[in-house]
Nanobody, 121 residues
Framework: QVQLVESGGGLVQAGGSLRLSCAAS????????MGWYRQAPGKQRGLVAA???????NYADSVKGRFTITRDNAKNMVYLQMHSTKPEDTAVYYC???????????????WGQGTQVTVSS
């Protein structure tokens, strides 16, 4: 079992910044990849960013250049720094544990409660 606890969400004005944190515990290895997903009302959950244990990161096109994913392997923490936020970034953000295979991130079915991010225009 893996437990994931997200924090750091809130209300931010468009153009502002926010930093999300996720604490992972349980049956997790530092070799696992980790990712951030988001789900807006009426939309499917989608991958925002993912990072390997070696700190190689991939991003959705919609957040490239604005968001940065980092991790602390010693603490089993993953972070999402959000800059230049837009109203379309409004969503519940979830962190996730998974693996990379041939350059593609695959999520395990472990989810936290999520953290709400609301960007006002």
């Amino acid at each position: 079992q893996v437990q994931l606890v997200e924090s750091g969400g809130g209300l931010v004005q468009a153009g502002g910044s926010l930093r999300l944190s996720c604490a992972a515990s349980g049956s997790i290895s530092s070799s696992n990849a980790m990712g951030w997903y988001r789900q807006a009302p009426g939309k499917q959950r989608g991958l925002v960013a993912a990072i390997t244990s070696g700190h190689f990161a991939n991003y959705a096109d919609s957040v490239k250049g604005r968001f940065t994913i980092t991790r602390d392997n010693a603490k089993n923490m993953v972070y999402l720094q959000m800059h230049s936020t837009k109203p379309e970034d409004t969503a519940v953000y979830y962190c996730n544990v998974g693996v990379y295979d041939s350059g593609t991130y695959y999520s395990f079915d472990y989810w936290g409660q999520g953290t709400q991010v609301t960007v006002s225009s």
